[in-house]
Nanobody
Framework: VQLVESGGGSVQTGGSLRLSCVAS?????MAWFRQNPGEAREGVTS???????TSTDAVKGRFIISRDNLKKSLYLEMNNLKPEDTGMYYC?????????????????WGQGTQVTVSS
């Protein structure tokens, strides 16, 4: 499965961005991760085949994950952005039909799209 992200950019604190990820085929479990140089990759949010979602506490109430299965696409609506949201954002996908959260070992990864939030 190939994943291609888009939508990153530079915004000021309080701004919004919408990330998109297009997959070469449908996968039941998809997620967004982020990472800064020298830091561990962090699971941000996931969405399963039934639309159930999980999110890390840091983004709850600000980020919304969604998917369009017909378009084989994953989205991340990011609102009220903070400098600590800065990072490379990666789309991930897996064939897991059971549980779907950012703790599973995702098989497929995109190249990433950079998000920079300035204060």
């Amino acid at each position: 499965v190939q994943l291609v992200e888009s939508g990153g950019g530079s915004v000021q604190t309080g701004g919004s961005l919408r990330l998109s990820c297009v997959a070469s085929r449908y996968t039941p479990c998809m997620a967004w991760f982020r990472q800064n140089p020298g830091e561990a990759r962090e699971g941000v949010t996931s969405i399963g085949r039934d639309g159930s979602t999980t999110s890390t506490d840091a983004v709850k109430g600000r980020f919304i994950i969604s998917r369009d299965n017909l378009k084989k696409s994953l989205y991340l609506e990011m609102n009220n952005l903070k400098p600590e949201d800065t990072g490379m954002y990666y789309c991930a996908a897996d064939n897991s039909w059971a549980s779907c959260d950012t703790d599973i070992d995702f098989l497929y990864w995109g190249q990433g799209t950079q998000v920079t939030v300035s204060s």
